[in-house]
């Protein structure tokens, strides 16, 4: 079951079913156009039942919160509001880890989110965004996190190119890398939801075991 929650001068979506542990939480950005309410007539602009991870939440016992960007968008200005965000919920809901999911303008904020932010969450999924063009070379991220990166096969060039610069970019900053690669076009594959929960739970699983976690792309998944 969700709510409408409201912090500062913004609202946002939450759903908290009984957290397994460690507690997590996905805090999900929408794309261009995009709505996060309780509803919508048209399903193709509802972030959550479009990415379906409200419901695979549920299943999995994660979190999610979906916050509304302003006019349905996103940019560098809505900064500071995700970063006051995170730590709310981290400390209203006793969070152990927050993973940032992006789709398409969400995605490019998730790029900004890493640069500027990334002491406040434990790894981001960045899903058919646009690479900044301020960051190509150097993303200079505080906090070496997993970086999951999503696109379709059918994805126009920008976003297929973009998708490959920032794969390398991350790696050779040091962040462990996983790539996914789906058979669509520019729109959420429902599939990256059980594969982002496979990577971080595995990624769990060899911090308890002492294993170092190294950055590494799938085999065979690239645009």
Do not use: K
Not at 181 to 198: F, I, L
């Amino acid at each position: 079951m969700s709510e409408i929650c409201r912090f500062e001068d913004r609202w946002y979506r939450l759903a908290l079913p009984e957290l397994s542990e460690p507690r997590t939480l996905v805090l999900a950005l929408h794309g261009l156009g995009q709505s996060v309410g309780v509803r919508s007539v048209f399903r193709g602009l509802h972030f959550p039942s479009l990415s379906s991870l409200e419901e695979f939440g549920d299943s999995v016992q994660w979190g999610t919160a979906f916050p509304a960007g302003n006019w349905r968008n996103w940019e560098r200005t809505d900064l500071p509001f995700l970063a006051s965000l995170m730590p709310h919920l981290r400390s209203e809901h006793r969070l152990e880890r927050i993973i940032l999911a992006g789709f398409s303008d969400g995605a490019w904020l998730c790029h900004w989110l890493l640069r500027e932010h990334s002491e406040l969450f434990e790894g981001a999924l960045i899903h058919s965004g646009q690479f900044p063009e301020e960051l190509r070379g150097r993303v200079n991220a505080r906090n070496r996190v997993p970086v999951l990166l999503a696109a379709g096969q059918q994805e126009g060039p920008v976003i297929t190119a973009d998708f490959r610069a920032a794969a390398e970019q991350y790696a050779r900053e040091g962040h462990a890398v996983h790539t996914w690669s789906g058979p669509g076009g520019h729109e959420w594959d429902v599939g990256v939801n059980g594969w982002m929960h496979h990577i971080f739970e595995s990624i769990r699983s060899s911090v308890q075991s002492g294993t170092c976690e190294e950055a590494n792309t799938r085999p065979g998944d690239t645009v």
